[in-house]
């Protein structure tokens, strides 16, 4: 059983950074979607930053391009959320999940909920304005 461990929200005001963090503790891979999720209250859990171990390719929710950055540690088993240029609307408990996945060089990241298998605890990011 995967089991991940998430660290590194809190509270900031806007424009200010913070760094996720997500470590795998069971299970290394070469082949999966590793990434972030976030859930603002009553809204639906979106994907924010994914990225596929296989290539290292990325995908980037609109509306978090150019102001966060998702990065890997292999050799820690472990990937990061880099957010900078917080903003109010950022604020939301983030997830991070991955799932097994086999991409060609044709395919596309998948982002959706639906797509993964296992997720983190969540960890809160509250944005101030």
């Known amino acids: 059983q995967v089991k991940l461990v998430e660290s590194g929200g809190g509270s900031v005001q806007a424009g200010g950074s913070l760094r996720l963090s997500c470590v795998d503790r069971k299970y290394t891979y070469d082949y999966n979607c590793v990434g972030w999720f976030r859930q603002a209250p009553g809204k639906e859990r979106e994907g924010v930053a994914i990225?596929?171990?296989?290539?290292?390719?990325?995908y980037y929710a609109d509306s978090v391009k150019g102001r966060f950055t998702i990065s890997r540690d292999r050799a820690k088993n472990a990937w990061y959320l880099q957010m900078n240029s917080l903003r109010p609307e950022d604020t939301a408990m983030y997830y991070c999940?991955?799932?097994?996945?086999?991409?060609?060089?044709?395919?596309?990241?998948?982002?959706?909920?639906?797509?993964?298998?296992?997720w983190g605890q969540g960890t809160q990011v509250t944005v101030s304005s």
């Open positions: 990225l596929y171990t296989g290539a290292a390719s990325t």
């Open positions: 999940a991955t799932s097994p996945c086999f991409l060609s060089e044709h395919d596309s990241i998948p982002y959706a909920e639906s797509e993964y298998n296992s």
